[in-house]
């Protein structure tokens, strides 16, 4: 089995060096130079083009408020159907109370809790919805990206609810990656999800629901 | 299945192609309604040619670098607790995912769609040690069940199959007794392989970007399959061909802004996951253990050759949606797993040209994949390049062709032969279109040489006295 040593060497020597590098060549232009005006497009501009490209990419969209929240989760859970409900561990969905009393009449479990992982994808796999919590929103692309909170819950249940607080929305993908280089350490799993899962494997034809969610729903919340 | 998918020659394989005719209306049907979708989403992307250019400039520093990026990544990777392994070629790389299977006592796999894994013949290497290795893309999954067809295209792999076809396949081998409509049949499949992601020992996935920085590999997918087979089974091995990797995170905003793009015409892909070692104590999701393998085969003899710059390539097969050549040959007229302008870039600078010199000839030199490459590889340059250096082997100067030239030269350099050639040569408009011509000419207009030569018409007007 070739060694680190080894391999390295070969491509060092590709390189018409005789040892790795210590440090890389300077690097020109890390990134574009910034657009538009230093503030950015204020908060509702990006709901708006948040919400018109969920649209577009096949994402249902509901806008509500702080205090309409709880209520825009039980419709959007009742139109998934009956059946179990799978709850992120998120602090955001922990400050609207129990998840059992938010959901009552629903099997409800939240990811986490000391349960051990095989029982929690079991449960999530049986789910007819999941809920989860956007720690970023990019508008142009309709994304939402999650660290940590149950992977699973975003993934197996057929219909899957994402809460966005607006103040998440950023522009895209570069306040996305800026948000994650910050962060130091990066959990074991980050998620980019934009929409339900899709193929065009069969003859080019786009079928909504592969072997993800067949139903996502972005519920914007306009003053969180 | 490795880096060749066919043993046939170069004349049969095009023969092949050019009389399977669903096969090529699916490819000009995929080019046609999937450039105009990737030009408009690029002129959306405010200062396209400026991310083109930081695109170009990453991975070329990247490549200039690779031996620092490739150890950092390493490192960083072993730090957040991953098994870095390395592997020369092929033989070796295998060779580790044997091993794990087996400590593991493994046998069941899934796999995500991997162009690295498949050049380094993975899943016959598992099945010879009695593991089930199942492909989780729907694309792919359909070719394994089909007798383990080969792919026509990087991004789209089943493209050369009618649904009538894949529900035949489906009824023979998994008991499908529905209808032809892709989505009942995607729902079959979905059936399926959600059963199999839950059981499944060991994930096996390709990467699109590996990051030096962070040691985190990205992969991307739209239909959910990454996830699955990195997320749920206890195990995963993630294969990266060592080129793939870039230094910061902040290098995938360029990169993954431009693959979905140049790929599909989608603004982004639907799921984009960063592994960044196993499950850990403070997290709540990922793999119990996380093997990566990094990949040489053949890739450090391109680095250290003239044809480095195809290394830049993030694998979008935009190239290959313009190519005027694939539209006629499709994937697998190629004979080989990288097809179209990459293919005939890539593949002879990391084989040699005894194993694929030929592949440079299906290309008529027009330059159209230069103009849509994401990261501004100058692929009909290299490939230009390949010619020129088989050319420069003397033995490779095929006689036919010396014959040709000679017989032309000799022509052009005797007045007399060259007045009766071109007196002559619209008799040609008169013949049978047989042979090759006639193939050639279902799809084309064959030129017409016009009844009346130059000379002769101005002979004609002279004599006519009219001159002025």
């Known amino acids: ?224 | 299945m490795g880096i060749k998918t066919s043993n046939l020659g170069l004349r049969r394989r095009m023969r092949e192609s050019l009389s399977d005719a669903f096969m090529r209306s699916s490819i000009a049907n995929a080019q046609d309604r999937i450039n105009p979708m990737r030009a408009d989403c690029c002129a959306e992307l405010d200062r396209y040619e400026q991310w083109r250019e930081l695109a170009a400039g990453i991975r070329a520093h990247t490549l200039e670098n690779l031996d620092f990026y490739l150890g950092q990544f390493a490192g960083n990777a072993r730090r957040a607790g991953s098994v870095v392994h390395f592997a020369r070629d092929g033989r070796e790389a295998a060779a580790v995912a044997r091993t794990v299977f087996l400590q593991k006592k493994a046998r069941r796999g899934v796999k995500s769609k991997s162009m690295v894994t498949e050049e380094i013949g993975l899943n016959e290497a598992l099945e010879e040690i009695g593991v089930q290795i199942l492909e989780t893309d729907l694309g792919e999954y359909l070719l394994q069940i089909d007798g383990r067809d080969k792919p026509s295209h990087i991004v789209i792999p089943a493209l050369h199959k009618n649904r009538e076809r894949i529900r035949e396949v489906l009824a023979g081998q998994t008991g499908y007794t529905g209808d032809s409509a892709p989505e009942s049949m995607t729902r079959h499949v979905r059936q399926i392989l959600r059963k199999a992601f839950l059981e499944a020992d060991v994930g096996v996935t390709g990467c699109n970007f590996a990051v030096a920085s962070s040691g985190s590999v990205a992969l991307l997918t739209n239909e959910g399959n990454g996830r699955f087979v990195s997320g749920i089974p206890e195990t995963l091995i993630t294969f990266v061909g060592m080129e793939r990797v870039v230094p910061e995170l902040g290098d995938l905003d360029a990169l993954c802004s431009l693959l979905p793009r140049s790929a599909v015409g989608a603004r982004s892909t639907i799921y984009m996951t960063l592994t960044t070692g196993p499950q850990g104590a403070a997290d709540v999701d990922g793999p119990g253990e996380h093997h990566i393998v990094l990949v040489d085969n053949g890739r450090s003899a391109v680095l250290g050759s003239r044809f480095r710059d195809v290394l830049r390539c993030i694998r979008c097969g935009a190239c290959m949606l313009v190519c005027p050549a694939y539209r006629h040959v499709g994937g697998r007229g190629y004979g080989v797993l990288y097809p179209g302008p990459l293919g005939l870039a890539l593949v002879p600078a990391m084989t040699g040209y005894a194993e694929s010199g030929d592949l440079a000839g299906i290309c008529s030199l027009c330059g159209a994949c230069n103009d849509v490459c994401p990261v501004k590889i100058p692929l009909y340059e290299l490939i230009l390049e390949h010619r020129r250096a088989m050319a420069e082997d003397a033995r490779r100067t095929g006689r036919v062709e010396r014959l040709a030239f000679g017989q032309y030269g000799r022509i052009l350099g005797n007045p007399g032969l060259y007045a009766a050639a071109t007196r002559w040569a619209r008799l040609a408009n008169a013949a049978p279109r047989i042979g090759p011509l006639g193939a050639w000419s279902r799809s084309r207009e064959l030129p017409r040489i016009p009844g009346e030569r130059f000379r002769d018409w101005f002979a004609r007007r002279r004599k006519e006295g009219r001159m002025d």
């Open chain 1, 1 to 224: 089995m070739t060694t680190q040593q080894g391999f390295l060497a070969a491509v060092s020597a590709a390189l018409g060096r005789t040892a790795p590098l210590e440090a890389p060549g300077a690097r020109s232009g890390r990134s574009l130079e910034p657009g538009g005006t230093a503030a950015g497009p204020g908060r509702e501009i990006l709901a708006r083009a948040f919400a018109d490209c969920s649209r577009e990419i096949g994402a249902a969209v509901v806008e509500t408020t702080r205090a309409g929240l709880p209520g825009a989760l039980r419709s959007a859970v009742a139109s998934a159907g009956p059946g179990p409900v799978v709850v992120a561990n998120d602090p955001l969905l922990g400050g609207l109370g129990p998840a059992e009393a938010l959901l009552a009449g629903r099997e409800v479990r939240v990811w986490g809790g000391g349960s051990p992982r095989e029982e929690l994808v079991g449960f999530a796999a049986r789910a007819a919805a999941g809920l989860a919590v956007a720690t970023m929103a990019l508008a142009e692309s309709a994304t939402v990206l999650l660290l940590g909170g149950g992977s699973s819950v975003s993934l197996l249940p057929e219909s899957v609810l994402f809460v966005v607080p607006s103040s998440r929305i950023r522009p895209r993908l570069t306040e996305g990656m800026e948000f994650l280089s910050r962060l130091g350490a990066l959990p074991a799993a980050v998620h980019f999800v934009s929409g339900p899962s899709a193929t065009s494997d069969i003859e080019l034809i786009r079928v909504v629901g592969v072997h993800g969610p067949v139903h996502v729903t972005h519920i914007v919340v306009g003053d969180m």
